[in-house]
């Protein structure tokens, strides 16, 4: 079991950056991929963006593409998302996940390791 904590979250104003952490614990040996999920009120998480570990394999929403980076440092088992331009719609609690048959395919039913989750807010 893997165990994900995420950190970084906060408030910023449209246009702002922010930087997620999630450190990764426990039997991390066997892990595939890391990825981040967001999650707004009364909705389904949906996938923001997965990364492969062995191969450094990037994937993004398109919604985020061009402004959000995903990075993963293997020396300290954490991988991180670089949040840019940030705006108002991106405000929800942001998930850090690990493990998944198809890392790119967003899929939240597939990952098997979660994070408790970090609020970010973005106001206008």
């Known amino acids: 079991q893997v165990q994900l904590a995420e950190s970084g979250g906060g408030s910023v104003q449209a246009g702002g950056s922010l930087r997620l952490s999630c450190k990764a614990s426990?039997?991390?040996?066997?892990?595939?991929?890391m990825a981040w999920f967001r999650q707004y009120p009364g909705k389904e998480r949906e996938g923001v963006a997965s990364i492969y570990l062995l191969s450094d394999n990037t994937y993004y929403a398109d919604s985020v593409k061009g402004r959000f980076t995903i990075s993963h440092d293997n020396a300290e088992n954490t991988a991180y998302l670089q949040m840019n331009n940030l705006q108002p719609e991106d405000t929800a609690v942001y998930y850090c996940a690990a493990d998944s048959p198809r890392c790119w395919y967003f899929a939240w039913d597939e990952y098997s390791s979660w994070g408790q989750g970090t609020q970010v807010t973005v106001s206008s």
């Open positions: 426990g039997n991390t040996y066997h892990s595939n991929c």
